[in-house]
C-alpha cells in the first residue's frame, strides 16, 4: 500500500503559479512512477504529467508542457508539481497517484490515489 496526500492547492489569479506537493507513506516510494491528473466540473479526470522511477524521465499532457514541471525527491517521499503561467482552464481538482510500474498517462492504470487538492484561476 502506497498513502498519498497532495497539498498546496489554492486560489490564484491567471499568470500566477502554485506548487503542489504529494507525500507518500507506506511501500518504497522510490519504486513507484507517479503521475498528476485533474478533475473539472463535469469533465473526465485528464493526464496532466508523470515521472518514472528514474527521475530523469518526464511526460506532460501539451496543454501544460512548458508551463508545468513534475519532479520527485525519493529521500523525502515526495512528488511535486511547479505550475507557472495558470490559465483559468487549469481550474480544477489535482490528484497525484502511483503505480509500481512504468509511468503511464491512463488514470485507471494507477493503483494508489490522494484525495485531491483543489486549484482555482481567477481571470
Known amino acids: 500500500q502506497v498513502q498519498l496526500v497532495e497539498s498546496g492547492g489554492g486560489l490564484v489569479q491567471a499568470g500566477g503559479s502554485l506548487r503542489l506537493s504529494c507525500a507518500a507513506s507506506?511501500?518504497?516510494?522510490?519504486?513507484?512512477?507517479i503521475g498528476w491528473f485533474r478533475q473539472a466540473p463535469g469533465k473526465e479526470r485528464e493526464f496532466v504529467a508523470s515521472?518514472?522511477?528514474?527521475?530523469?524521465?518526464?511526460w506532460y499532457s501539451d496543454s501544460v508542457k512548458g508551463r508545468f514541471t513534475i519532479g520527485r525527491d525519493n529521500a523525502k517521499n515526495l512528488a511535486y508539481l511547479q505550475m507557472n503561467n495558470l490559465r483559468s482552464e487549469d481550474s480544477a481538482i489535482y490528484y497525484c497517484a502511483a503505480r509500481d510500474a512504468s509511468p503511464v498517462m491512463y488514470a485507471r492504470q494507477y493503483d494508489y490515489w490522494g484525495q485531491g487538492t483543489q486549484v482555482t484561476v481567477s481571470s
Open positions: 515521472i518514472s522511477r528514474n527521475p530523469d524521465i518526464t
Open positions: 507506506g511501500r518504497r516510494f522510490s519504486n513507484h512512477a
